[in-house]
């Protein structure tokens, strides 16, 4: 995972789909006293984000709840709640690629106005002093994460790109914020999915063993 939890964290994820990003790091933390909120303006995949944590046997430890990040404010929950955010916000332009036949996922991939500020404000807001958050952002807008992020009180301290072949450049970056923190910043080596044959490579399998489940493409 490119964030660990602490042992007791509180963690908020933001846009949670079916859960896939929460309910794996708790899954792969089951010795440690984690509880997720995961919140999602589609109420279908709150809906299977539920499921799933029933699936797994997560759900004492879950709470899926419909609503948007533009809704995480006072009225909604305490600020300063959480020690951990995860966030891997719609970021794609309209417009950009094929759309998904599903209205959820158009939603899910496609980002409208100021989505990536709305997501950051939410978690600002709702991170306690120091929390942090993992973020899943595209290499090509790492410009617009940094420039909202510092109004948002997150501060990026580490950059990792992730590149589909060391041959391409980098599509992804996972980024570590923290709320209040300094100005340093560390960008470690890249992560590489797959190899020349497109088969996932041993860094990736260790980086997240779940990856294991799609062993291979094209």
Known sequence: MFILPGKKDRILDLGCGCGVIGLGMLLAHVDKE????????????????????????????TSFIH?????????????????????NPPYRRPGSGRPPQHPGKTAATFARNSRTELFLKAAGFALKNLGRAGIVFPASRLDELLLHSSSCRLRPKIVRPVLGRPDKPASLVLVQARKNAGQEMVIPPPLVLYDEHNTLTRQAREFCPFLECNPGRG
């Open 67 to 87: 609503m948007d990040a533009a809704d995480v404010n006072s009225r909604s929950m305490s600020a300063e709640s959480f020690d951990l955010v995860l966030m």
């Open 34 to 61: 984690l509880h997720l909120v995961g919140i999602d303006s589609d109420p279908e995949m709150v809906r299977c984000a539920r499921e799933n944590s029933i699936r797994l046997g997560l759900e004492e430890k």
